[in-house]
């Protein structure tokens, strides 16, 4: 019989390497019988500083955090979280006059009126002055009253409209390396200095300065950018996603809040060769530019970047960040399992680094082997994940293939000489005639259908030439059906803002900050004055 994996090493820290522990220690590890128990060892290098990734995070992370045995309460205390209630993109399209149009993409999903998609009795009636998005999601109304997405004393993770988070990336680091050390992961400070592949080809140890030799049955790679075993050691090879993107840099700072309002939401702003985001949280806000090396000089993007920032950032110089973006040919090969930057990475638009990193862990989870790492297994790992990091590709390309700026080279080329996959660009194609719908997409992992409604409509594209004549004929429509319920969805999203608490009490009660009669005051409407929190201005983090 062959042996069943009983240890389990990770190569390399940060948000990637702990998430990682977290999960196969509460997922495959925590409910195992002790004769079939699990050790997971990480090893973290004391001198190399890892690339901060994920201040901003997507809705299934609730789920992560519940199922790492995490309190909201102690997430928020400890990371200096903050709500997230969708993406504001801003100056990625013009109207017909060449003023910057924006629009949200939000965590809710349109519901449909007797099988027929929101976004099709939008485009043919519209809805005055409301955006699509005020349609059937709250988070504009939110954010216009600087609120969150639940009134007080809602509890841990309650349902209600669809949010994400906002995080410090380091801070959360360590609280995933203090849960996950309380529980029995083996922690080691160490550099990697060789890694000993067996006469088959397998990663059989690993050479540390200070440990000596570390054998290893199942190893994760950790180790960011630079793949030491998945890239280096095991040759897997790396798919660059240059022609599909553009964008291969990124400079980051940390900045006070000028105000006691903290947003509800990331904010993506398009400049003259990239984009800026703009993350709130608790205590600081972190922003940062992606940009094309091609377009513009690391100075003249730094110029741009702080005239965009203002007064916020005098006396700040961004760090530099280098990105490669692809993907690996092979995330699993031999007994190596690649996660997180060394598995690859997609410019940060849509905030799926973390995600990325869950989804990796969990098919692992869905396919773990044996020591004989079955090849059916690895074989469909490795498809599954090929094929979530080209749907979040996809969906990145569409922002841009989309866009009709003109007032820079960046923005023409974005456009005209930037390659799609083929797959989008089948959909493109047919998208001019109909929605988007469930069978166009050959993965909908994180990025459904209505999700594209979102940003299609967002970007009025269908009001500026891109729709065919006789779009989406075989739909019937009821117009009376129609505006009753814009009338009944926007009366139901009005009073759910109106019960919705302030967005820095609301973190303040979670917190464990706000209670008794000065929670008491905050609900009769009483003005309190709030001790904004002292900025941490921390180490550059990608978004």
């Known amino acids: 019989m062959t042996a069943p994996i009983r240890n389990i090493t990770i190569v390399g820290g940060g948000t990637a390497g702990w998430l990682a522990a977290a999960l196969l220690n509460s997922l495959l590890c925590e409910k195992r019988p002790q004769q079939d128990a699990i050790e997971i060892t990480l090893i973290e290098s004391p001198d190399i500083p890892t690339v901060g990734v994920g201040e901003a995070t997507v809705p299934n992370m609730p789920r992560t955090l519940a199922d790492c045995g995490i309190s909201e309460a102690q997430f928020f205390r400890c990371c200096n979280s903050s709500f997230k209630l969708g993406v504001l993109f801003d100056h990625w399209n013009v109207d017909e006059t060449g003023a910057p149009i924006r629009y949200v993409n939000p965590f809710d999903p349109p519901p449909p009126i007797d099988g027929v998609p929101l976004a099709a009795y939008y485009l043919k009636y519209g ?64 550099n990697l200095q060789e890694v000993e592949l067996s006469e088959t080809g397998d990663v059989a140890a690993l050479h540390l300065e200070k440990g000596g030799r570390h054998a290893v049955e199942l190893v994760l790679d950790c180790t960011g950018f630079r793949g030491l075993i998945i890239n280096q050691a095991l040759g897997s090879e790396f798919l660059s996603y240059s022609k599909y993107l553009a964008n291969d840099r990124a400079m980051a700072v940390q900045v006070p809040h000028l105000t006691d309002d903290i947003e509800p939401m990331t904010r993506s702003t398009a400049l003259g060769a990239g984009w800026t985001w703009r993350v ?89 082997p044996d020591t004989s790492y079955p090849d059916p297994l690895r074989a469909r790992y490795n498809r599954q ?155 550059s983090s990608l978004l």
Not at 180 to 185: I, K, L, N
Not at 325 to 352: D, H, K, M, Y
Request: proline share 4%; net charge negative.
């Open 127 to 190: 809805a005055g002055d409301l955006e699509f998005a005020q349609l059937f999601s709250p988070c504009l109304d939110l954010r216009e009253e600087m609120r969150g997405p639940r009134p007080f004393r809602a509890g841990e993770y309650p349902r209600g409209p669809g949010f994400a988070y906002h995080l410090d990336a380091g801070k959360f680091a360590a609280l995933l390396r203090e849960t996950c050390v309380a529980r029995g992961v083996h922690h080691v400070y160490d």
């Open 280 to 368: 709130p949280l608790y205590n600081r806000v972190g922003t940062g530019y992606v940009y094309s090396s091609a377009h513009r000089t690391d100075e003249a993007a730094r110029d741009e970047f702080m005239q965009w920032v203002g007064p916020a950032g005098e006396g700040l110089e961004p760090r530099v960040i280098p990105m490669r973006v692809g993907r690996n040919r092979q995330n699993w090969v031999r007994n190596c399992v690649a996660v997180g930057l060394s598995s690859g990475f997609i410019e940060p638009l849509e905030s799926t680094a973390i995600h990325l990193v869950d989804m990796s862990v969990r098919q692992l989870i869905t396919y773990f």
């Open 385 to 539: 994940m090929e094929r979530l990091y080209d749907e979040v590709r996809d969906f990145i390309c569409l922002h841009y293939a989309l866009g009709n700026r003109t007032d820079s080279q960046y923005w023409i080329d974005a456009r005209e000489e930037l390659k799609v996959s083929d797959a989008l660009a089948e959909n493109l194609a047919l998208w001019r005639h109909t929605l988007p719908q469930a069978g166009d997409l050959d993965s909908a992992v994180l990025f459904s259908p209505q999700v594209y409604h979102a940003v299609l409509l967002g970007k009025r594209v269908y009001d500026m030439g891109f729709k065919a004549e006789n779009f989406a004929a075989g739909y019937a429509l009821d117009e009376d059906r129609w505006w009753d319920f814009v009338a009944r969805n926007r009366a139901k999203l009005a009073q759910f803002t109106n019960r919705a608490a302030n967005h820095r009490h609301l973190l303040r009660e979670i917190r464990g900050e706000l209670m008794g009669r000065e929670r008491r005051a905050v609900e009769r409407g009483e003005t309190v004055s709030v001790a904004r929190a002292e900025a941490e201005l921390a180490d």
